[in-house]
Nanobody, 122 residues
Framework: QVQLVESGGGLVQAGGSLRLSCAASGGTSSIAAMAWFRQAPGKEREFVASIGRNPLPAYYEDSVKGRFTISRDNVKNALYLQMNQLKSEDTAVYYC???????????????WGQGTQVTVSS
């Protein structure tokens, strides 16, 4: 059973940066793809970015392209999300997910972390 634990969230001013981390443990050899999703208050969960094992391919939601970078360390079994030029609309709980294919559909992922809060003040 794969466990995912996110960290790195917090409060930051608009225009600032944060780096989220996700530590994976237990059965990590089965993980081919990892991703970040987010859910803002009153909104549905949405895709942010995903990455394959190699680590290509990587995909991004349009609103974060050029600002966010997803990466992974297969030796450390870790996933990262570098978030720059943060905006108030990036405020959400960010979730790490793991699965077989780096798609944008949340239901395709088998494992989820508990989430980490990111709050961007304007």
């Amino acid at each position: 059973q794969v466990q995912l634990v996110e960290s790195g969230g917090g409060l930051v001013q608009a225009g600032g940066s944060l780096r989220l981390s996700c530590a994976a443990s237990g059965g990590t050899s089965s993980i081919a793809a990892m991703a970040w999703f987010r859910q803002a208050p009153g909104k549905e969960r949405e895709f942010v970015a995903s990455i394959g094992r190699n680590p290509l391919p990587a995909y991004y939601e349009d609103s974060v392209k050029g600002r966010f970078t997803i990466s992974r360390d297969n030796v450390k079994n870790a996933l990262y999300l570098q978030m720059n030029q943060l905006k108030s609309e990036d405020t959400a709980v960010y979730y790490c997910a793991a699965g077989r294919v780096p798609v944008i559909i949340g239901s395709a992922y088998d494992y989820w972390g508990q989430g980490t809060q990111v709050t961007v003040s304007s």
